[in-house]
């Protein structure tokens, strides 16, 4: 079992056209979701649920999934080193410590093409997942602060306690869960870039990087 131990930056808390700012149609697509796992200063993000041990969040106090019957909120692209768009997923959004605390756990399938962002403040060397209290496999998509993906995992429910389970882990700011196989569907592997549209949390990585350029 992978366990990761760095210590990692403070975060917040476990198949096209660009549209931006819009809901998007239910039907579109569908969302994944990871979560985090706080344990002293490592944070682990977790498919299945976040658990944030000392962190005075309680699962009993989270009664639904992130995804439910509203419709994903933003869009990410995935694009090869050509910019040529390789596929695009509707997601929800995990951007508080409740939302990544619940992630996909309790749910029992990913629809077509959807999936769960989770947003946090600043990149992390080590974040990771383990999926507990996950009925499906997913495709876990960590993507780091300049929008390349850094790592992609395909884990795969599994018994036992939190303390048991592997980690899968990769550099991210953001991390993406996805329908199981669609990352290999569509040539998603560790240099691709993305890009967010939506009303709260877009991203384009050529804006940055002119805003980065003018900082110097």
Request: charged content about 20%.
């Amino acid at each position: 079992m992978d366990t990761p131990t760095h210590a990692v930056p403070t975060v917040d808390s476990p198949d096209c056209e660009k549209t931006a700012g819009t809901p998007i149609p239910i039907f579109e697509r569908r969302a994944t979701v990871v979560a985090v796992l706080v344990i002293g200063v490592t944070v682990f993000p977790v498919a299945g649920a976040v658990f944030l041990l000392g962190a005075g969040a309680s699962p009993t106090q989270l009664e639904s999934s992130v995804i439910d019957d509203n419709p994903p909120t933003h869009r990410v692209f995935f694009e090869n080193q050509r910019g040529q768009t390789l596929w695009v997923y509707d997601v929800w959004v995990a951007d508080t410590d409740p939302e990544r605390y619940q992630g996909l756990s309790g749910t029992e399938t990913l629809p077509a093409d959807t999936g769960l962002l989770f947003v946090y403040d600043q990149e992390a060397a080590n974040r990771a997942i383990v999926m507990r209290e996950m009925h499906y496999p997913i495709d876990v998509v960590f993507i780091d602060g300049s929008g390349t993906v850094t790592a992609v995992h395909s884990p795969v429910p599994e018994p036992g306690v939190s303390d048991e389970l592997t980690h899968y882990s990769g550099r991210a700011r953001w991390i993406l869960e996805i329908p199981h196989g669609t990352a290999e569907r569509h040539t998603i592997v560790p240099g691709t870039s993305i890009q967010i549209t939506g009303p709260t949390h877009p991203f384009d990585p050529q804006s940055a990087s002119h805003q980065e350029g003018n900082s110097r």
